[in-house]
């Protein structure tokens, strides 16, 4: 019998190795990843093109491309993809990030020869009709507009503006004007310039078949497809902070204030990046967190605050997000520095320490068991130009790192004068 009485022992991870997929090259040179893992009747297909937000020409240029694929093709019209797709029992998923634009696929095998057939025609020959994109445009407008009216979404883009500076693809925020200058050409020159074999590459996981594997080959994989025939080289692009510390963003009727904080810090490749995550993590990353404890559970000045690092090629972001009454703007503010202070100038206790360990390990444990979430993985290793040992590196970081090394982290990383504050809000009579 199991004494309930008992905690049960925690059990770290000794290692986290996670499975590599089977590479192939197919005969067009479009590189193939396979994850074949599970016994459902289930597939996905992730085709990545490398072009994103980094080499748009023009605002909104690489998500309209993206998101166009679906609204008509030389053999489909938009109304034929949704109806195929729906009736055969497809998920299709439309993403576009920094320096890569995803088409995803989840399907039935015993399907797979229809809706591939769709996902084929989408990938290699899109039409960008004028009357589907005014539609798509005008959608995406009015929520565009819907969300300026919110202090959250405000304050975000504020923030945005004042760590990385105008020059700097996050710093240029979207403005009604870019959804107008939204035209056909300019998608098909940017498919053009991006979207062909030579710039893109497959992962396919689930339950994968040699019939899968031979779809695969037959339609992504037999010709190239596309114009251009080079890879797309990475860009790099330098942020330049604003001067101002306080920025504030007026919204006459909000009932509250969003206020963000933020400052650009390190990349993904630095030797600190690891353990500065366990740092963000126990200062604002989960419910237990100091923030969260102190000025959510202790003040009462907010229902939830956290705190993340937010990576892009080159650099990453703190950011510091809530939303509070107007009133308790400053004060909240001012916690937000006392809990830097503390970090800096006190040792973390070995059992705080354990806590937000435990929290970690347990996470990364449940973020990668199963087939899609490996191939998740596996994405964002390529996409994030890092290597496959990154996971086994988060793991050891995350075992062995002290409060002393917490503490010299802090003084070194979390640098107040550096952070700028964002407040959108009701201006204070």
């Known amino acids: 019998m199991i004494d309930r009485t008992v905690q049960p022992p925690v059990c770290e991870p000794e290692s986290f190795v996670l499975q590599s997929p089977e590479y192939r090259v197919l005969p067009n040179g479009v590189p193939l990843y396979v994850l074949n893992i599970g016994d459902n009747e289930v597939v996905r297909i992730d085709v990545l093109m490398k072009g994103g937000r980094w080499h748009q020409e023009y605002p909104l240029q690489a998500l309209f491309t993206n998101r166009m694929l679906r609204e008509g093709t030389m053999r489909y019209a938009s109304a034929e993809i949704a109806e195929k797709l729906d009736y055969y029992g497809a998920w299709l998923e439309l993403s576009s990030a920094a320096e890569y634009s995803f088409i995803t696929l989840y399907s039935l095998n015993k399907y797979l020869p229809q809706t591939l057939e769709v996902l084929a025609s989408m990938v290699k020959e899109p039409l960008f009709p004028e009357k589907e994109l005014q539609t798509i445009v005008d959608n995406n407008m009015q929520q565009f507009k819907v969300n300026l009216s919110k202090v959250d979404f405000l304050a975000h883009r504020g923030l945005a503006e004042a760590v990385f500076g105008?020059?700097?693809?996050?710093?240029?925020?979207?403005?009604?004007?870019?959804?107008?200058?939204?035209?056909?050409?300019?998608?098909?020159?940017?498919?053009?310039?991006?979207?062909?074999?030579?710039?893109?590459?497959?992962?396919?996981?689930?339950?994968?078949?040699?019939?899968?594997?031979?779809?695969?080959?037959?339609?992504?994989?037999?010709?190239?497809?596309g114009t251009c025939v080079e890879s797309v080289p990475r860009k790099r692009f330098v942020s330049v902070a604003v001067d101002r510390k306080r920025i504030f963003i007026e919204r006459p009727d909000a009932l509250q204030s969003a206020v963000k904080m933020g400052m650009t810090t390190l990349d993904r490749n630095h030797p600190d990046y690891q353990k500065l995550r366990v740092l963000v993590t126990l200062f604002g990353g989960y419910f237990g967190s100091r923030l969260m404890s102190n000025i959510r559970e202790e003040k009462g000045y907010t229902y939830g605050i956290s705190a993340g690092l937010v990576s892009y090629p080159g650099v990453s972001s703190l950011l510091i997000s809530t939303e509070t009454a107007n009133e308790y703007v400053e004060p909240l503010i001012g916690e937000v520095y006392r809990e830097i202070d503390r970090l800096q100038n006190e040792l973390v206790s070995e059992e705080e320490l354990a806590m937000v360990r435990n929290y970690m390990l347990g996470d990364l444990c449940r973020n990668y068991e199963s087939a899609f979430s490996l191939a998740d993985a596996w994405i964002f290793l390529q996409t994030s130009d890092l290597p496959s040992t990154f996971f086994e590196e988060s793991l050891y970081a995350i075992k062995t790192i002290t409060s002393k090394e917490i503490q010299r982290l802090a003084v070194d990383y979390l640098c107040k004068e550096n952070l700028k504050e964002v407040v959108s809000g009701k201006k204070e009579e």
């Open 166 to 225: 105008k020059g700097h693809p996050c710093g240029r925020v979207v403005q009604e004007a870019d959804y107008e200058n939204i035209t056909s050409e300019m998608l098909r020159k940017f498919y053009k310039d991006y979207y062909h074999s030579a710039n893109c590459s497959i992962y396919l996981s689930g339950k994968v078949t040699a019939d899968c594997l031979a779809r695969v080959e037959e339609l992504l994989g037999d010709e190239s497809f």
